[in-house]
């Protein structure tokens, strides 16, 4: 490749099109650069009335241009790592303003050779448990040790034989980028609790939607915080099956680790509780605590990059992500954080749920906080035209969902068993620890439910209602994603649904999935089918929600994302969800649009493959589809 690079903006430009004859869904510009010489590409998704698929249109200058989006993203990635090396974006961008003495603190994650993981759709569980602690097991390409004297570097910290913490400066970045045995290197930002001290927490809060008093029972639910103490299980009457005692002594960070872990007791009183000491996902040790306890749901109350959060190359992402691939598939739950609409989300795995807040008044109505304003991602596959960079944002909806975590009025929160005194104020670090122990009453509720993240993740999208108006809509900020979650509803489907597969027989609340593979994506649609309740419900509507996996590279700072498509038939024709760069897509249909008795279809279109090719850990990825009438809005 030329050293003089001639750098060309390929733009994502979708119109506002009417998808078939129903709903008409306005996507956002996105843009990203690429070695094309003088050329700026227009990209349009549209449905073919002849295939029933989503298709992707490139004009150049007006004129049908024959070139593949996932080869352009591929030379786009070959481009940044040739400037970049295994420096993460940010921090490249950052080391060209350092002068040579300057240091800063960073993160090294160390290349790992390709894993195979066991499709769980064809293997038993001692088969997938078994495959996944071999995994575990696996080391890197080079080791610590050998990478600090390579170059050098005397003082390093290890969280396990791949990942290393340094202060490294200017010199030694510059040694390290070119490095074969790097996956990554990322800077280590300071963290922080994502709410303050709370005091009292009414009933209300922390058992959303009426779940029922023994949910949760038979799963192994984890919270990862700070340490808990002994005089607050005291006083609680719960004692974890494991925990960490707290050592830091700080009354804040144990008022906080405390407060999550009872928001999680509280919604989900017959679970199997562990804690912690850990405020990260993907240390070695953290990895094999999920493992070998067989950790089913779990969260953290943390942030992740303050208000510039990482992105979903973030070498914890990763890590959480493959967790998708391996026993025992647990869910994870994750605080969007209490910004406002400049800040971004700060969790943006693919493999989790990222939860915003809502307020639960004492007129059994739910409102929107006003520390619930997060602006979505920017875009994971190129950068938006209307703005700039990062400071723009893309077509993920984050928050997922919205979780009660402020309370109005109570005592349930006693002082004494937090240990010390604190303020009721907005946070969605016990809306974490809420959606986590809803997760696992999911998960209790039906054995179909069990090790498929997926699942949990569809139903709760599914069942969640609308707060703040409108329906889901992946072209905008996220202010209340699908909705507020109902515990109850999200517990019903989970024990009432149908399982279906392709082609099934026309059913009222179904769902269904499985792995796609490449071939997939230039076959037939996914089709399944529907059928409307006669009479149809009141005051609700149809709700139809697609997710999948990413297919993360551990170690590699790469997590692609394959895109896929939701098209839901209605009386009008079809209406779409068909983000860039999300893995949840949902379409909403009123009821007006749907005739009682009737049955319709749903299909799931692969758009664009982007399973990696070699250095892989699968060749392929799981989805889910699922579909049930929920309430038009929230009360």
């Known amino acids: 490749m030329n050293n003089i690079i001639t750098m060309t903006r390929l ?57 593949d989006i996932a080869t352009l993203e591929a030379r786009e990635e070959s481009i940044r790592r040739e400037q970049d090396g295994c420096l993460g974006h940010e921090l490249a961008g950052k080391l060209s303003a350092m002068n040579m003495l300057e240091a800063v603190k960073v993160s090294i994650h160390l290349k790992y050779p390709p894993i195979s993981y066991l499709d769980k759709t064809n293997h038993s569980t001692d088969e997938l448990r078994a495959n996944s602690i071999a995994a575990a097991a696996v080391l890197p390409i080079t080791s610590l040790v050998s990478l600090a004297q390579k170059h050098a570097l005397p003082e390093m910290e290890s969280r396990g034989p791949g990942l290393g913490i340094a202060m490294l400066n200017k010199f030694q970045l510059q040694e390290l980028k070119s490095d074969p045995d790097i996956g990554s290197i990322e800077e280590v930002r300071e963290e922080s609790r994502l709410s303050p001290d709370l005091s009292t927490l009414a009933a209300s809060a922390y058992n959303p939607g009426a779940v029922p008093s023994n949910a949760g029972t038979g799963i192994r639910v984890a919270t990862f915080e700070t340490g808990l103490t002994s005089g607050f299980l005291s006083c609680l009457g719960v004692i974890p099956m494991l925990y960490d005692a707290n050592v830091s002594g700080i009354n804040a960070d144990i008022r906080h680790a405390n407060g999550a872990f009872r928001c999680l007791v509280a919604t989900a009183p017959l679970a199997g509780f562990y804690h912690r000491r850990s405020l990260t996902f993907d240390g070695s040790a953290d990895v094999s605590y999920l493992i070998d306890n067989s950790i089913q749901s779990v969260s953290m109350s943390i942030s992740r990059g303050g208000t510039s959060p990482y992105h979903s190359t973030n070498a914890e992402f990763l890590v959480m992500d493959d967790f998708a691939y391996r026993y025992p598939y647990p869910v994870y739950v994750n605080p969007s954080g209490n910004a406002g609409y400049q800040y971004e989300v700060n969790w943006q795995g693919y493999n989790g749920i990222s ?132 515990g109850s509803e999200a517990v019903a489907f989970a024990q009432s649904h149908t399982s279906v597969s392709v082609g099934n027989t026309a059913v009222e609340k179904g769902m269904g999935g499985g792995s796609l593979v490449a071939a997939d994506f230039s076959g037939a649609n996914k089709r399944f089918n529907y059928l409307v309740p006669n009479p149809k419900p009141s005051g609700k509507h149809l709700r139809v929600v697609l997710t999948w996996d990413s297919n993360p590279i551990v170690g590699g700072a790469s997590n692609p994302l394959s895109d896929v498509d939701l098209i839901v038939q209605n009386n009008g024709g079809t209406s779409a969800s068909a983000s860039w760069d999300g893995n949840v897509e949902v379409v909403d249909v009123s009821a007006s649009s749907l005739t009682a008795g009737s049955s319709y279809y749903i299909d799931v279109d692969p758009a664009i493959n982007r399973i990696p090719a070699s250095g892989s850990r699968t060749n392929y990825f799981y989805y889910m589809v699922a579909w049930y009438w929920v309430k038009d809005h929230a009360n």
């Open 11 to 67: 733009i994502l430009l979708v119109l506002s099109v009417s998808l078939g004859q129903g709903l008409t869904n306005s996507y956002q510009f996105l843009e990203f650069e690429n070695a094309l010489p003088s050329v700026v590409l227009k990209a349009q998704k549209t449905i073919n009335p002849a295939t029933g698929k989503v298709e992707i249109r490139l004009l150049a200058d007006g004129i049908e241009a024959n070139q």
């Open 355 to 486: 939860v915003g807040n809502v307020r639960h008044t004492n007129n059994s109505t739910y409102e929107m906080a006003d520390c619930t304003q997060a602006k979505n991602p920017p875009p994971i596959y190129g950068s938006c035209i209307s703005g700039s960079g990062a400071n723009c944002s893309g077509d993920r909806e984050m928050p997922y969902l919205l979780v009660p975590g402020i309370p109005y009025t109570g005592t349930d929160f006693a002082s004494t068993c937090l240990e010390g005194s604190g303020s009721v104020l907005c946070g969605t670090s016990w809306s974490a620890p809420i959606g986590n122990g809803i997760a696992a009453d999911v998960l209790a509720a039906d054995s179909r439910m069990l090790g498929w993240p997926e699942k949990v993740r569809a139903t709760m999208v599914l069942t969640a209602q609308n707060v703040d108006g409108g329906d889901w809509a992946s072209g905008t900020d996220g202010r209340d994603g699908a909705g507020v979650v109902s």
